[in-house]
């Protein structure tokens, strides 16, 4: 068995009132073909040409280690010349990732090679983040803590990606007080035995390409797993929905404060609670 995935449309150069209209009110994910072949990027963004432009960067990596108590909020796990990152990439498998990496403040002109997608978002752009990953590494499932919508532009290789809108929640073993499911799920090849609320969830997947542009809409759970090794850039625009931006202000404002403090007072139990607590209340939704 597997989880109820459909596949998410694929569209190809659309208008903007086609997007608006199709995907963007309805928030409705989609991937955009042959987008952004006038960019320079389309042409010039591979991992080498990363080597060769931010070569001597020094980039923050992550793997997928469980949350411990002690690391702050997005604390790398190794730091690491990107040259040297993208060898490891192309040499061997790694579950290092580069994760939130800003291409403005660490590589200003870079830039220049891209511009951004006129498709009736209001789209932040000061924050244009790259993504890179090994083949097999991948994120855990989770939402982003404004719950931006996101124009998530695919360089390089192949990427698989997992959608969750919030209407699944109650299945998807949310750890309380975290923008995150239980970490020991792979969604991948989920155990259903050991997760049964999985079986309810309705989600989306595709996998994506160089060239590719994923629409996620706000607040929605993506698992991204590396095919290939390759990268991506997010472009991020607030939320629309007022509940959507007034949960944004508190995970950013309150939630995080709350993890954080609690995390120095209680240690690892916090953590290990809840954890439990992500079993304990998906299972009393699912009797319900």
């Known amino acids: 068995m597997s989880l109820n995935l459909q596949d998410i449309p694929r569209v190809k150069n659309p208008s903007k009132a086609d997007f608006l209209r199709h995907y963007f009110r309805p928030q409705k994910p989609v991937v955009i073909e042959h987008f952004i072949e006038d960019w320079p990027a389309y042409s010039k963004w591979n991992l080498d040409y990363m080597k060769?432009?931010?070569?001597?960067?020094?980039?923050?990596l992550y793997d997928d280690r469980p949350v411990d108590y002690e690391e702050g909020f997005n604390q790398a796990h190794a730091k690491m010349k990107m040259s040297d990152y993208v060898d490891l990439l192309k040499t061997e498998p790694t579950k290092y990732r580069i994760f939130l990496w800003n291409i403005l403040k660490e590589v200003p002109h870079l830039q220049g090679d891209f511009s951004f997608p006129d498709l009736g978002l209001s789209l932040m752009k000061g924050l244009p983040m790259l993504f890179f990953g090994g083949s097999n590494s991948y994120t855990f499932m989770h939402y982003d803590i404004d719950l931006a919508n996101i124009l998530h532009v695919h360089f390089d290789g192949k990427k698989q990606c997992i959608l969750f809108d919030q209407k699944q929640n109650d299945f998807l073993y949310k750890v309380p007080h975290s923008l995150i499911t239980r970490e020991d799920?792979?969604?991948?090849?989920?155990?259903?035995?050991?997760?049964?609320?999985?079986?309810?969830?309705?989600?989306?997947?595709?996998e994506l390409h160089h060239g590719d542009i994923l629409y996620m809409p706000e607040g929605y759970w993506h698992y991204m797993r590396y095919l290939t090794p390759g990268f991506s850039m997010s472009l991020r625009a607030v939320p629309r929905n007022p509940k959507n931006l007034a949960r944004a202000i508190y995970n950013i404002v309150i939630m995080r404060m709350l993890d954080n403090g609690m995390r120095k007072w209680k240690g690892q139990k916090w953590i290990d609670w809840k954890n439990e607590q992500a079993i304990v209340r998906t299972h009393k939704k699912m009797a319900m």
């Open 52 to 60: 060769t432009t931010a070569g001597d960067k020094i980039v923050p």
């Open 185 to 206: 799920i792979d969604f991948n090849n989920p155990d259903f035995e050991k997760w049964p609320a999985l079986k309810r969830a309705k989600g989306w997947i595709c």
